[in-house]
């Protein structure tokens, strides 16, 4: 008896890339109250730094754009021309693990000015979650874990891709709650490109 194999097909891998986003989301609208907090947090904030490591760090760049757009004071941590956080600040920190070196120190250290943390993250028990003001709770595999058994996709891609649709909705929520008009949005963004 011969086995049969299928190719795999890039609108397979689309599919499956969705129902694992479409699991993520409904188990993230089932406990809305931290997302809702983090939205809080952050419109309350004087100053938003944002960091994460390798694609985590891109979704938050992406983020920290749309928060600039709303008018928020954002600054990319690592980026010259970001200051120093301070009491009173929000840092906004993506890792799926919860123990990336340098984002549990830049974490550490906010803390200790008195800079509030939030964290996206698979994992609440971790030394980031413990530092965190609001946690929101990510269902998504962490990047070491390769058994498959929470997503299929490569790495840490469920979890990346989540902290971009995070990012995307904390912006929706709070552009919807400043009553501003798209058009009072666009002359923020850049004119240089």
Do not use: C
Not at 71 to 77: A, E, F, Q, R, S
Not at 99 to 113: D, K, N
Request: aromatic letters at 4%; glycine letters at 10%; a negative charge.
């Amino acid at each position: 008896m011969t086995e049969m194999t299928t190719t795999p097909t890039t609108a397979d891998a689309l599919g499956l890339i969705f129902a694992e986003n479409s699991r993520v989301v409904d188990a993230l609208r089932a406990s809305a109250s931290s997302l809702d907090d983090a939205a809080s947090l952050l419109a309350a904030a004087p100053r938003v730094f944002v960091l994460g490591a390798g694609r985590s760090g891109l979704a938050l760049k992406m983020t920290a754009m749309r928060l600039m757009h709303l008018g928020l004071d954002v600054h990319v941590v690592g980026e010259v021309t970001s200051p120093a956080i301070a009491a009173g600040d929000v840092l906004l920190v993506a890792s799926g693990s919860g123990t990336t070196g340098a984002i549990v120190r830049a974490a550490e250290t906010a803390h200790g000015v008195g800079a509030s943390i939030l964290a996206l993250t698979t994992a609440a028990a971790s030394t980031l979650g413990r530092l965190a003001a609001v946690t929101v709770l990510i269902p998504a595999a962490a990047k070491q874990d390769h058994a498959g058994q929470v997503s299929a996709q490569y790495s840490g891609g469920l979890f990346e891709q989540s902290v971009l649709l995070v990012g995307d909705a904390l912006f929706h929520t709070l552009w919807k709650l400043s009553g501003l008009t798209a058009d009072q949005l666009w002359p923020r963004h850049a004119n240089l490109e």
